[in-house]
Structure formats: structure tokens, C-alpha cells
């Protein structure tokens, strides 16, 4: 297997190469030993080196619009302050600083999932690889073509068994943050295309939530629990909620114990 040239398949804007290179990889966890390994190495690297592009990138853009920001405030400041503000209208250089504002809060809330991270998730989850956790949980929050909810959410129901309360770490702070806004964002009073799909998958979100679930996702889970439900595919999702969410603070309090801070309870007395 040619690495190089898998990897630039792999991340190739066409869709009949991306997903040739994705059926290769996919393909490998059935192969030799030797191939698996080189085919797990090539899927790592591009999920590396997409969490490094993306962050690059944001940043990037982040530090445009904070220059933007600051030029034209200061800007807008130097006229009045020697009194130009008759001459040129002060307000159309805050104008572009207001536009800054909105779109760095839109970079910072938006999910982003890029489709080359997405086939590669789910070709890593195919090598039963836990490491694909996280990226899965990112393609299920972007819901690109790509990936689509009911194969992402299939592929972390096949994972799940192996996943331990220790394996907090599957998530880094984005994927985490990914996974609390998608329990947030439930609503069953939402019309979906296939709510006994989103259902499914809300499912396993909340079974990972209650292996791996910190402070932020107990509220998050929470937020399901208290949701009015109607129909029997939307009550079963707020059942599993009040289970979860019951796993997770007994999870926590044993994590505070063995800390030596007090437990949830023990802070209530």
C-alpha cells in the first residue's frame, strides 16, 4: 500500500477517489496483520493532521478578525479624539468591527467536521480501533453526506462495549464540547426526516456520555431528561437519559472519593 498516495485519495475533493481510498482502508481490517497496522497508521495520520490543519485555520482567521476589530476601533477613536468625527461618520468604523465580532462567535460555536476526517473515522472504526470515538462523534455533530447519522451512530454502537469509565481521554475538549452540544440541541418537538433514527443515535450519544461524560455533559444530559416527550421513540430516549445521567453523577462521585475531595453527596449535607 502506497501511503501517499491512499492518503491523498483519502482527502481528495472527488468523491469516487475519497471513497475508493475509504473502501481500501476499510477493506484492510479483514487483510494481514502488516496491512492493518499500515492501514491504521494512514488513518491517524489523516485524522492528525486534520485536527492540526483545522486548528491552524481557525486560529488563522480568528487573528484576522481580532486585527480587523482593533483597526477600526482604533480607528474610529483617532477621529474623535482629534476631532475628524464631522468629517468622517465614526459609526462606518464600527460597522466592520460589529462583523468581526459576529463571525469570530460563529468560528468559535460552528461544528466542523471536514469530509476526509469523517471517512477516516469511520474507516478506523471498522479496525475496531477506539481512537475513532472522537472523530465519530464530530462526524455525527457536522452530519455530512459523507458520514451519515446512521452509519456514524452504528459504528460507536459497535464500540461502545469496549469503551471503560478510564477512557476519558477518547475525547479531546472539541469532541467533548461536540458531544454536549448535540445532548443540548435535542429537541423532540423538532421535526426530523427519520426521528427513529435521530432517536438511535441520541442513544448512543448518551451511553458514551455515561462511560466518558464530565460536569459539562451531566448538564447536557440533564437537558434530554427534561425534555417533554410524546411519542415512544422520544420517551425512550429521555428513559435512557435518566439512566445515564444517574451513571454519570455515580462515576463522578466515585472519582471525587478516590481524589479525597467530597463526594456529591456528602456536599449536599
Known sequence: MDTVVVTRLLLSKKEDEASAAQRLLTGAARSSQAEREEAVAVLLAVLEG??????????????????LNV????????????????????????????IANVVSTFLLSRKRCSPGRARAGLALAEHDDLRAVGPLVEAFGANVPEAPIPVVSGALKRL?????????????DRQRNALNTLLCEWNPETSAKNPDEAAEGLIVLLRLAALVGDKGTEFAVAAVRGRQATKDHDRHVVGVACVCI??????????????GGPSRFRARQ
Open 160 to 172: 461502545l462495549p469496549r469503551v471503560s469509565p478510564g477512557d476519558a481521554d477518547l475525547l479531546n
Open 71 to 98: 483597526i477600526c476601533v482604533v480607528g474610529g477613536w483617532f477621529l474623535i479624539a482629534f476631532g475628524h468625527s464631522r468629517r468622517f461618520p465614526v459609526i462606518l468604523f464600527f460597522f466592520p468591527a460589529q
Open 50 to 67: 486534520g485536527e492540526r490543519r483545522s486548528r491552524r485555520n481557525k486560529w488563522v482567521k480568528l487573528s484576522s478578525l481580532l486585527a
Open 246 to 259: 444517574e451513571e454519570i453523577r455515580a462515576r463522578l462521585d466515585t472519582q471525587a472519593a478516590a481524589a
